[in-house]
């Protein structure tokens, strides 16, 4: 029986050249110079430092140019608000990994509000899709995309 699976995960590798190379442009840009500006990223979670919020906005679109070169998806990062503490400001960035269960439960919903001829089923971080036909579920990926979500999705392990 045909398959795929429903998956929202972020290349951490490519992530971090990103990271690297918006360090490069904070540390060679004039504006930021002396400033102690800078990125770090630790598991999925980016701390962008700097010494005010103005400074903290630049390197959050320098940070956004940077990952979208690499084809790291912006609407997979969750931004908290900025923590702003003497002459030091700072803000951090998670990487969102995986599909959680409210989610889950939004993409079976809405597959079976389509009144599509497949199964979706959660299992863990992903959702599994099954159908008789290729075509069902080719269907249903069509729907999944047209449909506006707050995180990526990516449609792996498809097998016939």
Known sequence: MPSFD???????????????QANREVNTRFDFKGSGAKFELIESVITLTAESDFQLQQMMDILHIKLAKRDVDIASLK????????????????????????????IVKLIKDKKLKVQAAIQGEKVRVTGKKRDDLQEC???????????????DNFRD
């Open 141 to 155: 990926i069509q729907a999944l995309r047209e449909t506006p979500l707050e995180q990526p999705l990516q449609f």
């Open 79 to 106: 931004t908290d608000e900025p923590q702003i503490a003497g002459k030091q400001a700072k803000q951090t960035v998670t990487l969102v990994q995986g599909i959680d269960s409210t989610l889950a439960r939004k």
């Open 6 to 20: 429903i998956i929202s995960e972020v290349n951490l590798h490519e992530a971090a050249n990103a990271v690297d």
